[in-house]
């Protein structure tokens, strides 16, 4: 690494210092604001939720439908930041007795990360107390994240820019002009949003030099553990589809045959995977940031992972 690039990634963590100090927010004063969900509005977009798809369902079916993937949004939020945060401190490492504006702006990451766990345990509760009884997320983030982070760095580093990085998207599609939409969630998404643009820019940089310590054959290693990750994604997804789908037919209040039981589950799936896989995936830049360490083949085990997936 040359002295001028060297000088523009310092820059680049200390403008992360700075936008981090200038956007921080406060769960309660900021993000609830004294406000509760209300039933009456989607808490999820349609962008994310795909409920157009849900083509059995009543306009209040779909938009129940939202309102169950709005609590697995904050779960599966709050699950994945378990395992970002252990890897944020874990690299950290790296920075301790070296460059310290790095080293400030990854222990701001955490701490964002801390809060947004804390937010969407909030969201979980708060979107609990609108909804009927019987709604599971029996996923473990501990034991997800001991398992991610039995994997290679480079692996957990894609990951995780891949998860910034939709995570920004999502914002976007929470903005389209929708006058059912949650206020309230809107404003998770904001401000979610506002401290993940940082974090999008340190797990590039953390990424890329991470990459340059690496030997061809370890980072062939990394690719097919980058996609066992997704496919460990993918299996979480799927059991929350089929229990998602479980309790939306639990608590229609009306009879849902197996065809349309199974449609359901299908749609859940469909909008999952989107939410969680391909909307980070399909970013221009994650894909600009992959293929410029990947090689041709290894891009080609990649996409044809990911064409199981559909
Ligand atoms: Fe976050
Ligand atoms: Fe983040």
């Not at 509005?41 to 079916?61: A, I, M």
């Not at 909307?279 to 990947?294: K, T």
Request: proline fraction near 2%; aromatic fraction near 10%; charge should be negative.
């Amino acid at each position: 690494m040359n002295a001028v690039s060297r000088l523009s990634n310092r820059d680049r963590y200390a403008r992360c210092i700075r936008a981090s100090k200038m956007v921080s927010w406060d769960i309660e004063r900021d993000v609830i604001g004294g406000r509760t969900f209300d039933t009456a509005q989607k808490y999820l977009p349609d962008g994310l939720s795909l409920t157009p798809n849900f083509f059995t369902l009543s306009e209040n079916e779909k938009r129940f439908v939202s309102q169950i993937q709005g609590r697995t949004y904050a779960n599966v939020f709050g699950l994945v930041e378990r395992f970002i945060n252990a890897k944020v401190l874990e690299v950290s490492r790296d920075h301790w007795l070296g460059d310290q504006v790095a080293l400030e702006a990854l222990v701001r990451f955490s701490e964002e990360e801390l809060k947004h766990q804390a937010l969407f345990r909030r969201i979980d509760e708060m979107i609990g107390e609108t909804l009927p009884p019987g709604y599971h997320f029996d996923v473990d983030p501990n034991v997800v994240a001991s398992a991610v982070l039995g994997k290679s760095t480079w692996a957990v580093l894609a990951l995780t820019l891949h998860i910034e990085l939709f995570s920004q998207l999502h914002y976007r599609q929470s903005i389209a002009p929708d006058d059912q939409l949650s206020e309230l969630f809107k404003s998770v998404f904001l401000y979610h949003w506002k401290e993940e643009s940082q974090h999008a820019i340190l797990d590039e940089l953390e990424w890329v030099r991470h990459d340059a310590t690496m030997t061809d054959s370890d980072r062939n290693k990394a690719v097919d553990e980058f996609i066992e990750l997704v496919a460990a994604i993918d299996g979480i997804l799927q059991a929350q589809a089929a229990a998602d789908a479980r309790y939306f037919k639990a608590n229609c209040s009306r009879a849902v045959d197996e065809t349309e039981a199974q449609s359901i589950e299908a749609n859940f799936l469909e909008a999952y995977r989107w939410q969680y896989i391909h909307s980070g995936v399909r970013h221009p830049h994650f894909g600009e940031v992959l293929y410029s360490l990947i090689s041709e083949d290894q891009r080609k085990r990649i996409h044809a992972a990911l064409a199981t997936l559909q």
